[in-house]
């Protein structure tokens, strides 16, 4: 198994940032406008790209304020099936530094190192987005 890894420090408070991976207003500033998600643990979570085009489906396994959300892929695309998505927030003196990991790849094919270099463009957005609070989400239909 592999894993996908990204830090990024970030000028705002851990709740900030937080917010920003555990709502699904704060999704919808970076990541992709069609969030659909069940803020809670349990929950489903739907990411739709290009019209729908592509959907991956998930369900919130961790919830921890300020600090943490867990996530687990539940298909869609055979390469991200059985994956899990965790976004880990560190209070530093300047604001935060978020960490965030895609774990569980089988192995590391084009399509895994085509998302590693998408997920290193996706925290830049989520960064802009937390700190100007101004919504850039990369797919937005």
């Excluded at 809670?40 to 943490?68: C, H, N, Q, S, Y």
């Excluded at 994956?83 to 990991?101: A, D, M, N, R, Y």
Aim: proline content about 5%; charged content about 30%.
């Amino acid at each position: 198994m592999a894993d996908l890894f990204h830090s990024i420090p970030i000028s705002a408070s851990p709740k900030d940032v937080y917010d920003a991976v555990a709502t699904q207003k704060g999704m919808r500033g970076w990541w992709t406008r069609d969030t659909k998600m069940d803020e809670m643990v349990g929950g489903k979570v739907e990411f739709g790209f290009d019209r729908r085009g592509v959907v991956f489906r998930m369900v919130i396994d961790a919830l921890e304020p300020g600090k943490t959300v867990r996530m687990s892929c539940s298909g869609d695309h055979p390469e991200w099936a059985g994956t899990k998505l965790e976004w880990k927030v560190e209070t530093t003196p300047e604001g935060s530094i978020l960490h965030f990991t895609h774990r569980g790849w089988r192995e590391i094919t084009p399509f895994a190192a085509g998302c590693n270099s998408t997920w290193g463009e996706l925290m830049f957005r989520l960064k802009d987005y937390v700190e100007t609070k101004r919504a850039n989400p990369h797919w937005r239909e």
